[in-house]
C-alpha cells in the first residue's frame, strides 16, 4: 500500500487522523511506516471481521432453518395428536354405544325373569339367571375398557394437548427470534407478549 492511499483512510480514525496530521509537518520514515503498518493491520482487521459476520450470519441462517424444522415438526404433532384425540373420542362413543346396548340386554333379561312368576321350573329360572349375569359381564368388561379409553382421553387433552401448545408457543418465539436477526429487524414480540431487540434471547 502506498502511503497517499493510507492517508485516505484516516475519516473516522482519530489515531490515523493524528499521525496524518503530524506527517504533513515532520515527515519521518518512522511515522510513515507506522501509518503504513496501521493501515495494514486495519486491513486484515477487516478482512477477519467480514470472515466473521459470514460466518456469524452462516450459523444464524442455519440456526434459523432449524427453527422452522423445529416448528413444522411440532405443527405436525400437534396434528396427530388431535387425529389421535377424535380417535379416542370416537372410540369413547363406540363403547358407551356398546355398553347402553348391554345395559338393555341386562334390563331385557330381568324383566323376562320376572315374568317367570313364582312357579317356573328349576331350568328357566336358571337360564333367565345365566341370561343376566352374562349381561351385565359383558357390561363389566364394556365398563373396564370405558375406563382405560377415558383415561387416556383425560391425559391426552388436560396434560398432552397444553403441553404440546406450550411447546409450540416456545418453539416460534425462537423462530421468530432468529427471523428478526436474519432480516434485521430493529425488534420481535416474544411469547410473553414483551418486544425484545432483534435476535435477543428472553
Avoid at 11 to 35: C, E, W, Y
Avoid at 38 to 49: I, N, V
Avoid at 125 to 130: M, T
Avoid at 178 to 190: D, F, Q, V, W
Amino acid at each position: 500500500m502506498k502511503i497517499r492511499e493510507a492517508e485516505s483512510q484516516e475519516s473516522g480514525d482519530h489515531r490515523m487522523t493524528a499521525l496524518v496530521q503530524f506527517r504533513k509537518r515532520i515527515n519521518t520514515p518512522q511515522l510513515n511506516a507506522l501509518i503504513l503498518e496501521k493501515c495494514e493491520w486495519d486491513e486484515r482487521a477487516d478482512a477477519l471481521l467480514a470472515k466473521l459476520q459470514a460466518e456469524d450470519r452462516a450459523r444464524i441462517e442455519a440456526e434459523f432453518e432449524a427453527a422452522k424444522a423445529a416448528v413444522r415438526e411440532q405443527l405436525q404433532l400437534i396434528e396427530n395428536t388431535k387425529s389421535k384425540i377424535a380417535g379416542v373420542e370416537q372410540e369413547v362413543y363406540r363403547l358407551e354405544s356398546l355398553l347402553a346396548k348391554h345395559e338393555s340386554a341386562v334390563a331385557r333379561a330381568k324383566e323376562r325373569r320376572s315374568e317367570l312368576g313364582h312357579y317356573a321350573g328349576k331350568r328357566e329360572a336358571l337360564a333367565a339367571e345365566e341370561a343376566i349375569e352374562c349381561a351385565q359381564g359383558k357390561c363389566e368388561e364394556v365398563i373396564a375398557q370405558l375406563g382405560t379409553v377415558k383415561s387416556t382421553l383425560q391425559h391426552l387433552t388436560l396434560t398432552v394437548w397444553p403441553a404440546l401448545g406450550t411447546e409450540l408457543m416456545k418453539r416460534t418465539s425462537e423462530e421468530r427470534r432468529l427471523r428478526s436477526a436474519i432480516e434485521g429487524e430493529e425488534s420481535y414480540t416474544h411469547a410473553s407478549g414483551l418486544v425484545l431487540p432483534a435476535g435477543a434471547r428472553f
